[in-house]
């Protein structure tokens, strides 16, 4: 190897690639990636791909490859283009240089908390990249379960996140059973020590579900609203206004994984529509909850690497989801919403 042959006081080559100092005028940045070609290491292909950033990022010349090829003639430009896609998608913190570059290349596509849990899971595994494009592309951080959440939650470890629509207990379905208290008394011993915990609940039973939460020492951290003013289109109400939304209780003691930008996101009200035949968010059952709303407790409700569980998991919306960096349980009684679940998330039950 010879990183320290190619030292200078404007780049530093390492293991992980280039990183540039100051800012080297076009002259000396390209007198120094024409030193890149003596490189012989496993840092070569980083390397080229951060020069090629930095000069087309730099100086003006973003997208000429006749140029780039002129300094690497031996390479192809897709070669090339590779090279600069992967340094410029995957940040220096995240790489690690020992796994090599191709294993950077199978996940630069992927967001940077996705890039860096499937970095870490290839090297404490030892995978090869074969091994790391088969765990990819499956679904084995999906776990679907048929049975009653009461017999088979006691027989799970624990969880960093809950997420879950149980029966209202307000519609004429055989399975629509209130049973808030023994649920959460199985639910319980199974959170982890820090976790966060939202509980969909009808606006008639808000008061008391948020009682028994109190009475089971589950701390309220938001009441958040969902407003779904499409479900209400048609409805008459001569006693009443026309309901409009539906509680969402918020437990937990974790800090959420909030989105760094400020957006109405952050707020305890969210409006979406309830999923209709029509949409592409289709109703395959009764009481479905949006994607776009499951999406968002899911995502700020945990961080890559959590076990999440989903114990009326219904439809199979959480697991549809679930970012494949997380780990997701769901159960579900009702045969035909199991098979339901079979065919939209491609999975097979335990």
Same mark, same amino acid.
């Given at each position: 190897m010879k990183q320290l042959?190619?030292?200078?006081?404007?780049?530093?080559?390492?293991?992980?690639?280039?990183?540039?100092?100051? $800012?080297? =005028?076009?002259? !000396?940045?390209?007198?120094? *990636?024409?030193?890149?070609?003596?490189?012989?290491?496993?840092?070569?292909?980083?390397?080229?791909?951060?020069g090629i950033v930095y000069l087309f990022d730099n100086h003006g010349q973003h997208g000429r490859w006749d140029l780039i090829q002129k300094i690497w003639p031996d390479d192809e430009v897709n070669t090339l283009r590779a090279y600069e896609y992967v340094s410029r998608n995957i940040e220096f913190d995240i790489r690690i240089s020992n796994l090599g570059w191709t294993k950077h290349q199978v996940i630069a596509s992927l967001s940077k908390d996705k890039q860096r849990y499937w970095l870490e899971q290839t090297a404490n595994n030892k995978w090869s990249v074969a091994t790391l494009r088969q765990k990819l592309s499956e679904k084995s951080y999906l776990k679907?379960? $048929?049975? =009653?959440?009461? !017999?088979?939650?006691?027989? *799970?470890?624990?969880?960093?996140?809950?997420?879950?629509?149980?029966?209202?207990?307000?519609?004429?379905y055989e399975w629509d059973q209130l049973e808030t208290s023994s649920w959460l008394d199985v639910v319980i011993p199974h959170l982890e020590d820090e976790y966060n915990l939202f509980w969909f609940c009808a606006p008639k039973y808000a008061a008391d579900i948020e009682m028994i939460f109190r009475l089971k020492g589950l701390e309220i951290q938001s009441r958040i609203v969902w407003i779904r003013r499409n479900m209400a289109m048609g409805s008459k109400a001569k006693n009443k206004f026309v309901d409009t939304w539906e509680m969402i209780l918020h437990a937990g003691n974790r800090e959420l994984n909030f989105p760094a930008e400020w957006s109405d996101a952050w707020f305890d009200t969210q409006e979406f529509a309830v999923p209709q035949t029509n949409f592409t968010d289709k109703k395959i059952h009764p009481t479905q909850k949006p994607e776009a709303l499951i999406k968002r407790l899911v995502e700020f409700g945990s961080y890559p690497g959590d076990k999440i569980l989903d114990p009326f998991s219904g439809s199979g919306t959480t697991g549809l989801v679930c970012p494949d960096d997380r780990e997701c349980t769901l159960i579900e009684k009702e045969e035909g919403y199991v098979g339901i679940m079979e065919g939209r998330l491609g999975i097979s039950r335990l």
């Open positions: 042959d190619l030292f200078t006081d404007k780049f530093s080559l390492t293991e992980s690639g280039l990183e540039v100092m100051g $800012k080297p =005028d076009f002259e !000396e940045t390209m007198e120094y *990636l024409q030193s890149l070609k003596i490189l012989d290491s496993v840092s070569r292909q980083f390397a080229i791909g951060d679907l379960y $048929k049975g =009653d959440m009461l !017999e088979i939650v006691p027989k *799970l470890g624990k969880f960093d996140l809950v997420v879950t629509d149980p029966p209202y207990g307000v519609t004429d």
